[in-house]
């Protein structure tokens, strides 16, 4: 039992990768299912035995990525000063710097989060609960500290804030994946200083 258990971990594994590297290099509706077992090695039905479609493997690519990026957060955020414009600024930074590395695998996920058939097996695009409560403790600081007006809908203003973090991604996009990350940064950092005048008490 150990061992089946063993092999079905490693091909687990090497389906993840393979599907991360192939979501990247052409995109998430151009890869197949036969791409993916032949990168990783493995018999489709091994593929289709470990995951119950394209769309989780998705999902399951996306969600080992979020452990890598919030192990970074675990040791940036105690060190995060200033500011809450300049506080949101870093985390969306870390963001775009730690997507960029494989922008298409990102763009696939937003995409797939959005193609119109709706596959039920993908986590949509958004749904980060981390990021969520990371930039919702900046903002409950900011009014803790008489920053942010007390007054305003902290989630709501969570959500305007990933809007324009993800709506930046146009960029890459537009560009095939060559703007650096300092570049999407920038605009951000633009962006969140115009939310801030709203967000200032009066």
């Known amino acids: 039992m150990g061992v089946r258990d063993d092999q079905k971990a ?22 197949t299912i036969r791409a993916i077992a032949e990168r990783a090695g493995v018999s489709v039905g091994s593929v289709f035995t470990t995951f119950a479609s394209k769309a989780e493997v998705l ?3 996306m969600s080992h ?13 105690p060190y995060l000063r200033g500011s809450v414009a ?9 963001h775009y710097e730690f997507e960029t590395r494989r922008v298409k695998l990102f763009l696939a996920h937003v995409a797939a989060s959005y193609n119109p058939n709706g596959d039920p097996g993908v986590t949509p695009y958004g749904r980060n609960p981390r990021l969520n409560q990371m930039l919702l403790d900046v903002l409950d600081e900011g009014v803790r500290k008489g920053e942010v007006r007390p007054d305003l809908d902290l989630q709501l203003l969570v959500d305007t804030l990933k ?13 095939g994946g060559q703007v650096p990350a300092s570049e999407m940064s920038a605009v951000m950092d633009r962006q969140i200083a115009l939310i801030a005048d709203g967000w200032r008490p009066r």
């Not at 990525?65 to 955020?77: G, N, P, Q, S, T």
């Not at 993800?166 to 960029?171: D, F, Q, T």
């Open 65 to 77: 990525r979020l452990a890598e990026l919030y192990a970074e957060f675990d040791r940036v955020i």
């Open 163 to 175: 809007a324009a973090y993800a709506w930046n991604y146009r960029m890459a996009a537009a560009s």
């Open 59 to 61: 999902s399951h690519v």
């Open 10 to 31: 490693a091909t687990r594994e090497k389906v993840l990768v393979a599907a991360r590297d192939l979501f990247n290099e052409v995109g998430y509706e151009e890869t």
């Open 86 to 94: 300049d506080r949101l600024s870093s985390i969306f930074a870390i």
